[in-house]
């Protein structure tokens, strides 16, 4: 104890305080909780404290997720100096902006990488959205035969794990041409590659059948009646079907635009020098300080790891209500 | 046929349904043919193939490979993919961390899920903010917050016998608590150290799908089992057992397949933290999943590979399976 006063009197205690203090509350809630629950389980009063108790289970929890991102912001604006002291400091002395600017320089070129990374995510999230609501539509609106079946087969493919399907994929991708080699690939190569990383991906059958059952719910009578004023399918399927299911379209437009944002095993497989997307350029990146072998430069790959994370949180604090929902019904992630 | 089958249908219906019929017949696959296309290449053909090369090896005994093919080298029905993996010190290592994490952190996540949602669900103000707060982890990119877990976690100038340079933050606070920093993730660090980090990180990932899932269960549960019980006098702890468990069997069932599927699955919290590597420096491959197994026999081991994939996809499925025969007997409803 008379250590940890000394060293919060040496000014370095900071995170000794704000600890103990933490500590005392925790305590003194689980207390306070067990109390409750033990001794005034029917009053009122037991009511108050359990509710605190809850609150501050959850802050606490709400502390324990958070301080990742905590430590991932502070970290990206200290020196490497101040960060590798043996105290790490809980609030950077000096704002180091030039963490930021030095991983759009030089090696890690994170502008290019975002680049890339959009240019694959748009265009597999076009072209996906296409091939999915062409598919839901016929499931929905159009009566054939084999219908049925197709659909059950569909559904059944997405209990088998992808890796499974990464394999072959892999030996057809190289049969393409799709799966970069050289050091500094060409157009022709670098084209390649773009569609190896597009289209094994385009057709998601979770997406299919969450479209389609929104389709399902608007009314067969829309449809004879559009028939009934000579509208052509494709037309009603614009003017209709897909405005009244937006807000499903955007659950999977962000699903999907996430999901290449975060892809890893496909792209570090077949991408090579042609493509770099953000995950695989971070992970594989070269942090070292210069003229080091082994000492990595944390601030300045805690940047990269900002600006990498950044995009994706802003997304969704502005569209929380279709990404959650798209999430609820799938369990995946992309 | 039976009878009943064959009574006359309302005419108007019929006539209806037979003139879209027969219209709409080639439209429908006219539609479908896109995502039908693409699913026989990258899915169906997969599928079959996979399974095809895991069971393909050459005369002398080794297992398929892309490269073998192209130079027509011919193969023969075999077993001597699984033989080969199953004899491969590298795959039981990968098995044992691959259920290790996975029978460690499910259940801990889902518990510590169950709470929190049962905690949201029983107050109302901050509500909206601790859920969002609480979803933040499943939006992030693993790889890159598994490398925060990583600077969090690790020393900095580490030299055998002399202070590190830097301890990070998480030995700080032990330090600060009057423990012993822990070497977690560096050259000397034990497997159980290794193991806690890991778990730590799975399980923080884990959460917000498991508390999103459970929250959505619990609103729906209708208030009325909840005043029954306070009429009864139950105590909270007998609520929580005897109400809110049972009422939310099925989603907990849920969540816990898929963490069980997911956790086969484990890779990229692995790499997110350890780089390909996969382990500390000077211990390579101390983690390697499953999954990773796959991936790093993909280039040159096809049929190693393929037959990697096979062993996870059963266990997968029986695990699946046996979920499901539990879940059965035990979900409420």
Not at chain 1, 92 to 108: C, L, M, R, T
Not at chain 1, 274 to 283: D, E, H, I, K, P
Not at chain 2, 136 to 143: A, E, F, G, M, R
Request: aromatic share 14%; charged share 15%; proline share 4%.
């Amino acid at each position: 104890m008379m250590n940890l006063l000394a060293r919060s009197a040496m000014g370095q205690g900071g995170v000794t305080a704000a600890i103990i203090l933490a500590v005392v509350a925790v305590l003194l809630v689980i207390g306070c909780v067990v109390l409750c629950c033990l001794f005034f389980d029917k009053h009122a009063v037991s009511h108050f404290f359990a509710q605190f108790g809850i609150y501050i289970f959850l802050a606490v929890v709400a502390v324990a997720v958070l301080f990742p991102f905590y430590w991932m912001l502070i970290s990206s604006v200290k020196t490497v100096e101040e960060y590798n002291a043996y105290s790490p400091t809980l609030w950077p002395q000096k704002f180091y902006w030039e963490n930021y600017a030095s991983v759009f320089a030089g090696d890690i070129d994170l502008g290019g990488m975002f680049l890339d990374t959009l240019l694959v995510g748009v265009v597999s999230t076009v072209l996906s959205l296409v091939v999915t609501v062409l598919s839901a539509y016929a499931f929905a609106r159009l009566e054939f035969k084999g219908k049925n079946i197709i659909f059950a087969l569909m559904l059944a493919t997405m209990m088998i794990p992808g890796e499974l399907f990464t394999i072959t994929n892999y030996i057809t991708a190289s049969g393409l041409g799709w799966v970069s080699q050289s050091q500094h690939p060409d157009v022709a190569e670098r084209f390649g590659t773009f569609c190896g990383l597009v289209i094994p991906f385009l057709v998601s059958v979770f997406y299919i059948y969450l479209l389609r059952q929104n389709f399902m719910q608007i009314p067969n009578e829309l449809y004879l009646a559009a028939k009934v004023d000579g509208t052509s399918d494709l037309k009603y399927l614009w003017k209709v079907m897909i405005p009244l299911s937006a807000p499903t379209l955007i659950s999977i437009t962000l699903l999907k635009m996430m999901g290449a944002w975060n892809s890893y095993v496909w792209p570090n497989l077949i991408a090579g020098e042609a493509w770099t997307l953000v995950t695989v350029g971070l992970r594989s990146g070269n942090f070292n300080v210069p003229g080091s072998e082994n000492l990595v430069n944390y601030p300045m790959q805690m940047a990269a790891v900002v600006l990498v994370t950044l995009p994706l949180l802003i997304i969704f604090i502005f569209c929380r209500k279709y990404i959650m929902r798209g999430v609820s019904r799938s369990g995946i992630k992309g | 046929m039976t009878k009943t089958a064959e009574r006359p249908r309302p005419l108007k219906e019929k006539k209806n349904k037979n003139k879209w019929n027969s219209k709409n017949q080639w439209k429908g696959w006219l539609y479908l043919l896109p995502a039908l296309v693409l699913l026989a290449v990258f899915t169906l053909w997969p599928i079959i193939n996979t399974i095809r090369i895991s069971f393909m090896v050459t005369a002398d005994g080794s297992g398929y490979s892309y490269a073998l093919d192209m130079r027509h080298v011919p193969f023969h029905f075999g077993f001597d993919n699984y033989a080969k993996v199953a004899a491969y010190g590298d795959f039981l290592n990968c098995l044992k961390n691959t259920l290790l994490l996975t029978v460690i952190t499910v259940p801990i996540s889902t518990m510590l899920a169950l709470l929190i949602a049962v905690g949201l669900n029983s107050i109302k103000f901050l509500k909206k903010i601790f859920q969002t707060i609480f979803f933040l982890p499943y939006v992030t990119n693993s790889i890159a917050i598994g490398m925060v877990f990583m600077a969090m976690f690790t020393m900095i100038g580490v030299t055998p016998g002399m202070e590190p340079e830097s301890i990070g933050i998480i030995n700080k606070i032990i330090e600060a608590f009057g423990g012993q920093r822990i070497d977690w993730v560096n050259q000397q660090s034990s497997e159980a150290a290794n193991m806690f980090v890991l778990c730590t990180y799975i399980v923080w990932n884990a959460l917000p799908f498991k508390i999103l899932v459970l929250l959505g269960g619990l609103q729906n549960v209708d208030k009325q089992y909840y005043d029954a019980a306070k009429v009864d006098g139950a105590s909270r702890w007998r609520v929580f057992w005897r109400v809110t468990v049972p009422l939310l069997s099925p989603m907990i069932a849920y969540v816990v397949i898929t963490g069980f599927i997911g956790g086969f699955k484990e890779y990229s919290s692995v790499v997110g933290i350890f780089g390909d590597s996969m382990g500390p420096i000077t211990h390579d491959y101390r983690w390697d999943t499953m999954v990773g197994f796959i991936v790093r026999n993909i280039d040159l081991y096809q049929g190693r590979a393929s037959a990697a994939a096979i062993i996870l996809f059963l266990i997968i499925f029986a695990v699946t399976m046996v979920n499901m025969y539990v879940s059965k007997k035990r979900v409420h409803y």
